[in-house]
Structures are given as C-alpha cells and as structure tokens.
C-alpha cells in the first residue's frame, strides 16, 4: 500500500524520536549536537517538519548519516550500454579538495 507524503513524513518524525530516545537524548540535547533550533527538532519529530539539511542535520546528530546514501539509489542498468557507462562514471576519480591557502607564515 502506498502512502500519502503526510504519513511518510509523521511516521519518519516518529522513528527520529525513538532513535533519540534510544540514545539517550532530550530534545534540546539533540537539538544542539545537530546545530538546529530546539523548535526545529520539536517540529520535525512530532510533523516530521524540517528542511533536508535539518533531516541530514538530525542524521548526523542521531549517528545514522550512513543511511542517507541508500535514499535515492542509482537506477538499475536497462542494458549492457547503460551499464557499461554507469562504471565508467563511477571509477572516475571524485575532485579533491584544495588545502586552504589562506594560511600564510
């Protein structure tokens, strides 16, 4: 049965809740690891309220960023072509960050 994004979203609020509780933080502890308002995390948990960089930013305060990834996943390949292509994208080396040059002796 498919849900509606209401229920998605109040039963997401809930599992933030218990993984809170489960850890053995208040609301406000929570709240502050994660860099957020105490009224934001409130919200989140009981209407599943937030912006997704206060959902990533409860994830990480919850130890659960690892979860992320497996939101959205790559699309199975529908051919040989396609799959090809998907593991040249991915052996491609990921940019890397410069060291900060503002750092001057």
């Given at each position: 049965m ?12 809930q599992?933030?809740?218990r ?13 502050a690891?994660?860099?957020?308002a105490y ?23 919850l ?5 992320l990834?497996?939101?959205f996943?790559?699309?199975p390949?529908l ?8 593991q ?18």
């Amino acid at each position: 049965m498919l849900e509606t994004p209401i229920e998605l979203t109040a039963a997401l609020g809930q599992r933030i809740k218990r993984r809170r509780l489960g850890i053995g933080l208040t609301q406000a502890d929570a709240a502050a690891r994660a860099g957020i308002a105490y009224r934001t995390w409130r919200r989140l948990e009981t209407e599943g309220k937030a912006s997704i960089e206060d959902l990533v930013r409860a994830a990480l305060a919850l130890r659960c960023e690892q979860d992320l990834a497996a939101l959205f996943p790559v699309p199975p390949a529908l051919s040989m072509d396609a799959l090809l292509q998907q593991q040249k994208a991915e052996a491609k080396p990921k940019p890397r960050l410069r060291a900060s040059a503002s750092k001057a002796s």
